[in-house]
């Protein structure tokens, strides 16, 4: 989970929470890995972190990488953020598919 830096206890405590909050979206989750990642630590601006989250949905694979911030705690609550909504497209999307409007499709109307 923690690449570059030392595994810190608080940090994988936020995220295990973080994490735990998608199955509100979806209770389909398969699986969510996580990596924190301490960004090169001699630029000037100061020590960045770069998050990435991977989820797994039955047939889909959602993934965040592009969040990195100096706050350990905002890149991680920034990359969530990106992730819920991620998912929240994805069972949209497969309710449509399955014709979730309460109206069913046209096969599930007149089976043959």
């Known amino acids: 989970m923690f690449l570059g830096m030392e595994a810190s206890p608080a940090v994988a405590s936020v995220a295990r929470v973080k994490a735990l909050k998608l199955d509100q979206f979806c209770a389909d989750i398969i699986a969510c890995k996580l990596s924190i990642e301490l960004m090169d630590k ?29 706050d350990v705690y905002i890149a991680l609550r920034d990359a969530f953020d990106g992730m819920k909504r991620q998912v929240e497209d994805a069972v949209r999307q497969a309710r449509r598919r399955r014709g979730g409007s309460g109206h069913g499709t046209e096969e599930e109307a007149h089976p043959p």
């Open 42 to 70: 001699h630029h000037q601006q100061g020590r960045r972190f770069a998050v990435r989250i991977d989820v797994t949905m039955p047939g889909r694979e959602l993934n965040i990488s592009r969040v990195n911030d100096e």
